[in-house]
């Protein structure tokens, strides 16, 4: 069973940074696809990044140039990286893993959540 602890979530202004931390446990980490996943008031959970199995990584049109997410198989955490925030970046942020080689809209494993709040 994995476990993932997520981190780093905060209130920043417009134009800000913030990076968010994922620490997986109960696996062996660098046999999963990670990614993150967002989820604004009353909207639907969407997927916002993955770093897969093998090094290829997706990110969603509307993060693109803005986040990165990288990971530490070392420290067995995933990482997301989020510039020149926006206030519609505002949402709760999981982290996800599955044992697949590429992560779906449906992952296995799920994080508690992280808050990330920017004011305009």
């Known amino acids: 069973q994995v476990q993932l602890v997520e981190s780093g979530g905060g209130l920043v202004q417009a134009g800000a940074s913030l990076r968010l931390s994922c620490a997986a446990s109960?696996?062996?980490?660098?046999?999963?696809?990670m990614g993150w996943f967002r989820q604004a008031p009353g909207k639907e959970r969407r997927l916002v990044a993955t770093d897969n199995r093998g090094g290829s990584t997706y990110y969603a049109d509307s993060v693109k140039g803005r986040f990165t997410i990288s990971r530490d198989n070392a420290k067995n955490t995933v990482y997301l990286q989020m510039n020149s925030l926006k206030p519609e970046d505002t949402a709760v942020y999981y982290c996800a893993a599955d044992i697949l080689a590429v992560l779906t809209t449906r992952p296995k494993y799920w994080g508690q959540g992280t808050q990330v709040t920017v004011s305009s």
């Open positions: 109960g696996g062996t980490f660098n046999q999963y696809a």
